[in-house]
């Protein structure tokens, strides 16, 4: 029996319109251009407007982007997992909501919450379900919209995050391509660096949760940024190092998008040259669960059939992992 995989076989993305500029930005709290680039290397990111705009906005037009470039009727589509940290409700989950509304009426669907990690983790469940026979069809989906939890009063975090999501297909194939190895790891300790301090069971919503502001992102950059740098690094050359890639025949490095400095700790780590970097956090900031597929999506046309490609990923729990992905066609004919 041929040994089946799971490949990317269409991606697609989606970004807001609205360019929110570290000029705006400067105009809203003490900060500077200068500043912000210097030590997060961000220029602007897009933000989500509209009266009832969410998550599942974004994720709907990444979704519906795939299945027309895939050819894909919304009926053969068999699962649907949506990594977010900022779901429409806490209830039901964004990913049945993104069903509806892309039409996906013969799958299940759910939400994968890894903070910056989601896609990575969504990605390689994704995958078993393809190898063992059990789906044909999954549509993975990476959504947030960061700027609803956004305190634009912080100037250390609201100079960080972006709005946007992006989605791939995953389908069998007997080929030697496709996702081939994955390290996913957490370790709950790093909750107390990185969280929301209220609207979950613990401390539901109040007056005074949000006369004290505590609904929006909270960070302790120091130790994040830390934990960062070597536990993705890490990580990322383990992979290589089971799967004897090197620098000379690794092609392309997915880093998640939160800080220039922990990407170029990665790429350094790894031995590899800038140029196999993809990079975009310039433009949108850390959009968490959406920065990987959108780096994807945004470089899809240089990709190749047969290409290396290590995805690597840091994020709130802590949560973290690196991926080993062959990738399956030729971006330039799609």
Known sequence: MEKVNAVI???????????LTNEELSKMVDTSDEWITTRVGIKERRILKG????????????VNQVLEKSGTSPDEVDMLICATVTPDH??????????DKCDIRNAHSFDINAGCSG???ALDTAAQFIKTGSKKKVVVVGADKMSSITDYTDRTTCVLFGDGAGAVLLEPTTEEEGVVDSKLQSDGFGRVYLHQKAGGSVKPPSHETIDNREHYIFQDGRHVFKHAVSKMADVAVEVMERNNITSDN???????????????GTANRMGIDKSQVMINIQRYGNTTAATLPLCLWEWEEQLKKGDNIILAAFGAGFTWGALYLKWGYNGDQK
Not at 9 to 19: F, K, N, R, W
Not at 250 to 264: D, F, G, K, S, T
């Open 9 to 19: 076989t269409a991606i697609g993305g989606y970004v807001p319109d609205y360019v």
């Open 51 to 62: 009266e009832g705009k969410g998550t599942s906005d974004m994720a709907k037009e990444a």
């Open 90 to 99: 806490i209830f039901p989950a964004t990913a049945n909501i993104v069903s």
């Open 119 to 121: 896609f990575l983790y």
């Open 250 to 264: 690794l092609n392309w490095l997915v880093p998640h998008q939160a800080n220039m400095r922990i990407i170029e």
